[in-house]
């Protein structure tokens, strides 16, 4: 394991280091010392030029092969540092450190493409940097340099646009299996929340673990584990599974953590495993509730701007962990938090505690089902549409008059379109 150092500057307040020690622990690290400084940023080594210094002795002292630093430091300042640091000491940044455990971790392809993505846009600035110096310093005899660097930026650009491609082209599949879904009744609903907020847990707790090795070839991404460990990031893609809330089909996807104070193009490159929130019938926000007010709420905040520009789904928010809060204690966060997180469930995922409410309020707030009767003739498909109802709705009778069936059910507006259609094509046929 690589010893490090963890550093961070704050404009002003106290450094909080807790986040970037669970990170380093997540990627492997074994985080030896820490360095923080509250000050103005320095243009040339982030921190004050003196902090840079000691952070290079603490450096030698702890005989650490690289520092983390919790911070998003420019090329300039990286390579600044990384001059005072004992030589071959590694510098890590904030980013360089999340896309680390996103690579350690990247089991499909999409994923391994949105790491490589996010490399390759976390690289192109630094690469531009380094032809302009190296153009700069431009002399004769030195025409090659620049040149080089120019063309590595040409191939960055290159390689972006061919994995954008592939990854809209996963998209439009991933959409396509949606609709299809959608089509055979479920509702889609997503788990959502700051990364370790017990995501995975609740999954586990709301999945119904019947069915799923039935659908394992209709749906690729049904996974019968969703893993939860307390580590940050431990879920990756994204996992699919049934749920049992009532009446209604539900699958329940389960999918990467949200983290602050990550830069667009990051979250961006993540975009088509977060388009399994942005596009769902319903998002479940998971809050870890345990944690302080503030917490609660830079989380929230957080969150909310993560979902804000293209989320199409109602949100229900889910205080979870509510086993490890006392009922004051929880009122007084609801109270508090009520304009972030509107009438939120308290659940645990662990206990199972007031599961049954969360499902409740799953149903109620899933797009409304329409109610339909159908009176169908006895034809050769008549039963044929009838289990296709109770496939694709909930049937609420279904009684025998005669040479007729009547069928009472709910089902999804389109469910109902369509069971209207295949009932006039009964009507229709010949006998
Ligand atoms: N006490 C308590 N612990 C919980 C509860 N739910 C989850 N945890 C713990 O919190 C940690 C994180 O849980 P996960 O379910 O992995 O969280 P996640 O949101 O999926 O995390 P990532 O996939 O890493 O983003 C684990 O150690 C869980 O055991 C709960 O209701 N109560
Ligand atoms: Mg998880």
């Known amino acids: 394991m690589t010893r490090v150092v963890v550093a961070k500057r704050v404009d002003r307040g106290d450094a909080d280091l807790s986040e970037i020690t669970d990170l380093a622990r997540a990627a492997g690290y074994d985080v030896v010392a820490s360095l923080t400084q509250t000050r103005d940023e320095d243009p040339a080594f982030h921190f004050g030029e003196g902090k840079a210094e000691e952070l290079a002795s ?57 790491v490589e993505l996010a ?3 976390y690289e192109l600035p630094r690469a531009e940097a380094k032809a302009s110096l190296a153009k700069r310093d431009e002399r004769p005899g030195f025409m090659g340099l620049g ?51 017990g995501k995975s847990t609740l999954m586990q707790r709301l999945a119904a673990d019947l069915e799923v090795g039935e659908n394992d070839d209709l749906h690729p991404d049904l996974d019968p584990t969703a893993e939860s460990q307390d580590k940050l990031f431990t879920t990756l893609g994204t996992t699919t599974r049934r749920a049992e809330t009532g009446k209604r089909d539900v699958l329940l996807t389960d999918t990467v953590g949200f983290i602050s104070d990550l830069p667009h193009w990051l979250v961006e490159s993540f975009k088509s495993t977060l388009d399994s929130v942005y596009r769902a ?26 979902l804000y520009e293209r989320n199409e789904a109602p949100i229900v928010t889910v205080f979870n ?11 007084e966060k609801r109270a508090a938090l009520s304009a972030l997180a509107p009438n939120p469930v308290p659940v645990s ?79 229709a046929a010949p006998n």
């Open 119 to 121: 490399e390759l846009r």
């Open 58 to 114: 603490l450096v030698a002292r702890e005989d650490a092969g690289a520092v983390i630093i919790d911070n998003r430091l420019g090329p300039y300042q990286t390579y600044n540092i990384a001059q005072k640091l004992p030589t071959d000491t590694e510098v890590v940044d904030r980013f360089t450190l999340i896309l680390e455990i996103f690579g350690q971790r990247a089991s499909t392809r999409k994923a391994q493409l949105q």
């Open 147 to 197: 040149e080089y660097d120019e063309s590595r930026e040409r191939d960055i650009k290159a390689q972006i646009s061919r994995i954008k491609n592939e990854l809209d082209s996963i998209a439009e599949k991933e959409e396509t299996r949606r609709e299809q879904r959608r089509e055979s009744g479920f509702d889609l609903v997503a788990l959502a929340g700051y990364t370790n907020a």
């Open 349 to 427: 995922g662990l206990t199972g505690e007031n599961i049954e409410e969360l499902t409740e309020r799953v149903e109620r707030a899933l797009p409304a089902w329409e109610q339909e009767r159908l009176l169908l003739p006895m034809a050769d498909d008549t039963m044929s549409l009838v289990s296709w109802l109770y496939d694709h709705a909930h049937v609420e009778s279904e009684e025998y008059e005669g040479e007729q069936v009547l069928v009472e059910f709910e089902a999804r507006p389109e469910i109902v379109e369509k069971a209207r259609a295949k009932a006039s094509s009964l009507s």
């Open 321 to 331: 962990k509510v086993d490890k809060v006392d009922d004051e204690e929880l009122e």
């Open 281 to 306: 019938d319903l998002v479940l926000l998971v809050v870890d509730a345990s944690e302080s007010l503030e917490a609660m709420r830079e989380k929230l905040v957080t969150s909310h701007d993560t």
